[in-house]
């Protein structure tokens, strides 16, 4: 009685690294929320092949020619071809010749899904640059895929900041908390306050509003002004048409011989 009691309590003791099992036995443990795929568990528990997660990937354009200050947007899919979700963590490096806007960040694919994401590169100086997207699927260990860009950078000044369809809104709103650093700054500066550009935003939302509400009240009352100038001729013109009318029927009943006059006139006749 107590040898079973006392073998109880070791298969319970050892219950934690029971569960750890490695299910098609080619020394890689399958994935548990302890022990994830991102932690080294096998990507594919039921393929003694395989174990490393695996992904379809590509971007578009695959490869590209920018000018000087360029900017590009590349979309790129990323495909978790395993049986199980995974955690991945996506970086681009952009290299000596290329300005690279992406900000890393990680995802969580399921098996099967593709995830899209937008790398923004700005062209930065002359030269051939390889642009890498590195997906890393481990914690510790190399990117488990990349994506390669052959991007050149021309020496030609980008001429068309609106001709360039690629131009993201990414860089739209770089471009303008650019705008609204410096108008922070300025405030700064030149007032005896002091003003993120988390306030200037708000500053020139505000002066916005206030513009436009100068604006409408202007219009609005240039239209009353113009209404009003519209106004008399308008109704110049239907007061002569009353008048007219007015004037007509008044003639008319002044000519009517029929109706008599009072009934005076008819007393008189009859008598
Ligand atoms: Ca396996």
């Not at 952009?94 to 399921?110: E, R």
């Not at 000519?255 to 008819?266: A, K, Y």
Request: charged share 25%; aromatic share 10%.
């Amino acid at each position: 009685m107590r040898k079973t009691a006392f073998s109880l309590v070791i298969l319970l003791a050892l219950a934690p690294t029971v569960i750890a099992e490695d299910s098609d036995g080619d020394g890689f443990d399958d994935p548990s929320d302890e022990f994830t795929i991102w932690d080294g568990a096998d990507a594919y528990p039921n393929n003694p092949d395989i174990h490393e997660p695996v992904f379809s990937t590509g971007c578009d354009p695959p490869v590209a020619k920018l000018d000087l200050r360029e900017p590009a947007t590349f979309t790129c899919t990323i495909r978790n071809e395993g049986p199980i979700a995974v955690n991945i963590f996506v970086e681009v490096e952009g290299g000596p010749y290329l300005s690279n806007q992406f900000l890393p960040n990680s995802y969580a694919i399921d098996s099967l899904e593709v995830i899209t994401i937008k790398v923004n590169l700005i062209g930065d100086s002359e030269g051939y640059a390889m642009a890498k997207v590195q997906i890393f699927a481990r914690a510790n260990g190399s990117a488990s895929d990349m994506i390669e860009l052959p991007i050149e950078v021309t020496n030609e000044e980008w001429s068309g900041l609106n001709s360039q369809g690629d131009s993201s809104s990414t860089l739209d709103i770089s471009f303008f908390s650019t705008i609204l650093d410096e108008i922070a700054s300025w405030l700064s500066g030149n007032t005896p306050w002091e003003f993120s550009n988390m306030n200037a935003g708000l500053l020139v939302l505000l002066m916005g509003f206030a513009l436009v509400t100068i604006i409408r009240r202007k219009r609005a009352r240039s239209t009353w002004r113009r209404n009003m100038q519209h106004r008399p001729i308008e109704d110049g013109r239907s007061e002569a048409r009353f008048d007219a009318i007015r004037k007509g029927s008044k003639f008319q009943y002044a000519d009517e011989n029929t109706i008599p006059e009072s009934p005076v006139f008819i007393i008189r006749r009859n008598q």
